[in-house]
């Protein structure tokens, strides 16, 4: 507490302490009553200029937002790569693709296409997607769209790069 603060009062910290009122009867009451470690947490975050565990909503990781690969999805990657190369590719090839070496990997992508894959999996598949035209260059391999490259030379450069993904691709599976 603070001093002249009474014990049903709690002051929020940012560019101005406000005393905030929190009757029992109000939901707000109710948490601070008896909460004084959350009533902590809350304080340190408010102080720092950062959102609390207790307040933010669920949101994942900047970097796991564009990275994860639904089953479906999976399943479609699968075909789109195989008509890329132009070859079908099996459970065992996208397994070998992953990294997955050894008998359980075919098993593991069968298993993905239901549940979507999980971690790093999910971020070397949206790379390898680049190879098919059915999928977007990321934003981090995307040098066409920039001032000096000549907007009549873009069409031909990605297509060089989605033939260098087909390359590096057929030469993972070789």
């Given at each position: 507490?603070?001093?002249g603060?009474k014990?049903?009062?709690?002051?929020?910290?940012?560019?101005?302490s406000?005393?905030?009122?929190?009757?029992?009867?109000t939901?707000a009451?109710?948490?601070?009553?008896?909460?004084?470690?959350?009533?902590?947490?809350?304080?340190?975050?408010a102080s720092?200029g950062?959102?609390?565990?207790i307040?933010?909503e669920?949101?994942?990781?900047?970097d796991?937002e564009?990275?994860?690969?639904?089953?479906?999805?999976?399943?479609?990657l699968?075909q789109d790569?195989?008509?890329?190369i132009g070859?079908?590719?099996?459970?065992?090839?996208m397994?070998?693709?992953?990294?997955l070496?050894?008998?359980?990997?075919?098993?593991?992508?069968?298993?993905?296409?239901v549940?979507?894959?999980?971690?790093?999996?999910?971020?070397?598949?949206r790379i390898?997607?680049?190879?098919s035209?059915?999928h977007p260059?990321l934003?981090?391999?995307n040098?066409?769209?920039?001032?000096d490259?000549?907007?009549?030379?873009?069409?031909?450069r990605?297509?060089?790069f989605r033939?260098k993904?087909?390359?590096?691709?057929r030469e993972r599976?070789a």
């Open positions: 507490m603070w001093r603060q014990p049903n009062e709690c002051r929020i910290l940012g560019k101005a406000i005393p905030v009122k929190a009757s029992r009867q939901a009451g109710l948490f601070w009553q008896n909460v004084s470690r959350k009533r902590t947490v809350l304080v340190k975050a720092r950062i959102e609390s565990p307040t933010r669920r949101r994942p990781p900047p796991q564009t990275a994860s690969v639904t089953g479906l999805e999976l399943k479609q699968r790569l195989g008509d890329a070859r079908p590719l099996s459970a065992a090839d397994a070998k693709l992953c990294g070496e050894g008998g359980d990997g075919p098993d593991t992508i069968r298993r993905w296409e549940t979507g894959p999980s971690g790093p999996a999910g971020k070397l598949l390898l997607a680049m190879a035209d059915r260059i934003e981090n391999f040098i066409f769209d920039r001032w490259v000549d907007e009549k030379e873009r069409p031909a990605r297509e060089a033939e993904m087909r390359d590096e691709i599976l």
